[in-house]
């Protein structure tokens, strides 16, 4: 079956990094491009970032352009989230979605930046 496994979220400093991976498998994980979304509480869940098959085109959310960088590795089925100059504004879960013949998502990753 289709699983997405998130982690490497946890509390960080203003100014900080972390760096997500997404773990997945049950599918032909190189023929599906991958999304990161993040929901804050209180608020809807939004898309942050997309990559592609290939992992050769990408996009990103206004908000996250300069600071955060996705990107794939076919050959560990992973999914990475790398996130830098991290904003108390960033502070969500963290999921990773893929589209087969429907939405798949992970169990989520709780990221918080505090001081």
């Known amino acids: 079956q289709v699983q997405l496994v998130e982690s490497g979220g946890g509390l960080v400093q203003p100014g900080g990094s972390l760096r997500l991976s997404c773990a997945a498998s049950?599918?032909?994980?190189?023929?599906?491009?991958v999304s990161w979304y993040r929901q804050a509480p209180g608020k809807e869940r939004e898309l942050v970032a997309t990559?592609?098959?290939?992992?050769?085109?990408?996009n990103y959310a206004d908000s996250v352009k300069g600071r955060f960088t996705i990107s794939r590795d076919n050959a560990k089925n992973t999914v990475y989230l790398q996130m830098n100059s991290l904003k108390p504004e960033d502070t969500a879960v963290y999921y990773c979605k893929v589209i087969l013949f429907r939405a798949y998502w992970g169990q989520g990753t709780q990221v918080t930046v505090s001081s």
């Open positions: 049950g599918f032909i994980f190189s023929s599906y491009g």
């Open positions: 990559v592609s098959r290939s992992g050769g085109s990408t």
